[in-house]
């Protein structure tokens, strides 16, 4: 058993928290938000990811989880020290590691000696040294604090599952015994281990985050290939699917990626090749094509509408970023829905566990309504933006007597074509 503490509650501190409370280790999980940390005390969870409730209410029943207000608290008197702070990007492109320096400078000074600082947040190469150099400058150099990366790859909706069944636990470190420590946190998991240099760790995540985002790129591009020339890109991913290389995971067609990661890690990837003056262009042609996917998914529905957005009434299901998430940042559908605004159509929104406020602060002018049919009420036609599976079962005569026109775009092909039309629906899917 460890002594661990985390500093950040967010989608990736709360989970490694949780988890790593679960797994039989100590946890104090510091975040500056002090409203999150008293909800989170009371074993309230401020997000939507399944099985986090138990693992929280557990860990604080047993007394090996605990939250606390700002980062100093989870780290005095602790073997080792999550970084689970965000790195946004900045204007540049590059990850903004502000949020990082000032954690780690904060916590500097109260590390007992030998505790291991663990990033766990997505940080460029480069980062292990930084974090190392700021703790030293900032009063820790003497106390032979060291550093290794750790990068996450849980995905938001099933963060715990992810978290204890990972395909591998990745470490980079330039100290080995320092490696082997971190490496005991999650001996009994029985994942695969890499232990490898800083550099090396560090390229792993960026490298499979923008490798899953060229293979949505891709198959979005092949959809809209086969819209051309008449193939079904269900059935072309199926196909390619079989192949054991390519495999059936990441074909699915949509509104193009979005998401807290996707959007902003090949941005910082495509920035780290910029800066060695690498071209790289098939990561430059998967972000240009994500952003032209939404305005793709834009065209379908001014299409569907007959051409003219102004004065039209859109209802949408879905907001956030993917289903079984109630994260709405770099949603597609929120891009989408802004832009329908901005030509002219009034535009009603539903999700199922979207905050209204978040959304409305993204999207001002969207209207919230509070159930999936409502919403459709005098709309001339539904766009489902989010591949919610409640709207697989939506009855759809009632549907298409709320509607003005019996139209679907489904940016997610979610619906079966056959049964919408069936139904007297015009239906609109990505390449099919
Ligand atoms: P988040 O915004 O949900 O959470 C970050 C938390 O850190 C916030 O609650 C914030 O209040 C807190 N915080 C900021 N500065 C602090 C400080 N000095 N002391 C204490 N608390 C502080 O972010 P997230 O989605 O958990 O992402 C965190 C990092 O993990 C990012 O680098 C991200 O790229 C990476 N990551 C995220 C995911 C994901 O699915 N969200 C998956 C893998 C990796
Ligand atoms: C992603 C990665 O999958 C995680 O491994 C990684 O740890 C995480 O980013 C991160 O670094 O934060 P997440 O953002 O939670 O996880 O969501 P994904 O399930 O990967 O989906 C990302 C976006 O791609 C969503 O908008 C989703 O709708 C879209 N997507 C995904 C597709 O359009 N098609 C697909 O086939 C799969």
């Not at 969870?45 to 007394?63: A, C, H, K, M, W």
């Not at 700002?70 to 949020?99: I, K």
């Not at 939404?294 to 039209?312: C, I, N, P, S, T």
């Not at 005098?378 to 409640?390: N, R, S």
Request: hydrophobic share 45%; net charge negative; with cysteine.
């Amino acid at each position: 058993m460890s002594r661990v503490g985390i500093i950040g509650a967010g989608y990736v501190g709360l989970t490694t928290a949780a988890c790593l409370a679960h797994l039989g280790h100590s946890v104090v999980c510091g975040d500056v938000d002090a409203d999150r940390v008293a909800r989170l005390s009371r074993g309230d969870i401020p997000i939507l990811e399944e099985g986090l409730l138990e693992l929280v209410t557990e860990g604080l029943r047993s007394g090996r989880l605990q939250f606390v207000v700002g980062a100093e608290g989870a780290s005095r008197r602790r073997d080792f020290v999550f970084l689970c702070v965000p790195t946004p990007q900045s204007d540049n492109g590059a990850a903004d590691m502000s949020y990082v320096e000032a954690a780690a400078a904060q916590i500097a000074p109260v590390l007992d000696p030998g505790t291991v600082v663990v990033n766990k947040s997505t940080m460029p190469v480069g980062s292990t040294r930084l974090v190392q150099r700021v703790l030293e400058e900032a009063g820790a150099g003497s106390r032979e604090v060291r550093v290794a990366s750790n990068p996450e790859f849980l995905r938001e909706g099933t963060a715990v599952r992810d978290f204890l069944n990972p395909d591998r636990v990745v470490i980079g470190c330039d100290d080995t015994a320092t490696a082997v420590r971190v490496s005991e946190l999650y001996r009994t998991l029985g994942a695969a281990m890499l232990v490898t240099d800083p550099a090396s760790a560090e390229m792993v995540k960026y490298a499979s985050n923008a490798f899953l985002a060229v293979k949505i790129g891709f198959i979005n591009a092949v959809a809209n290939l086969c819209e051309s020339v008449g193939a079904d890109v269900r059935e072309v991913a199926l196909g390619m699917g079989y192949d054991k290389r390519i495999g059936f995971e990441f074909l699915r067609p949509g509104p193009g990626y979005g998401g807290s990661c996707f959007p902003k890690d090949t941005a910082a990837l495509n920035h780290l090749a910029e800066s060695v003056e690498f071209p790289f262009p098939i990561l430059e042609g998967t972000i240009a094509g994500n952003r032209a996917q939404y305005e793709r998914m834009v065209a379908k529905v001014k299409a569907a509408v007959g051409g003219e957005l102004a004065g039209r009434t859109i209802a949408v299901w879905g907001l956030t970023f993917k289903a079984n998430t109630d994260d709405l940042r770099e949603s597609p559908a929120l891009y989408i829905a802004g832009r329908l605004l901005a030509e002219g159509a009034r535009v009603r929104a539903y999700d199922p566990a979207a905050s209204t406020e978040k959304a409305l602060a993204s999207v001002p002018g969207l209207e919230i309504v509070v159930d999936g049919y409502s919403v459709c009420d005098g709309a001339d036609l539904v766009v489902l933006l989010t591949e919610w599976d409640e709207f697989r079962w939506y009855d759809l005569d009632k549907v298409a007597s709320l509607l003005t026109v019996k139209s679907i775009v489904d940016c997610r092909n979610l619906l079966d074509p056959a049964a919408v039309r069936r139904k007297g629906f015009q239906y609109t899917g990505v390449g099919r």
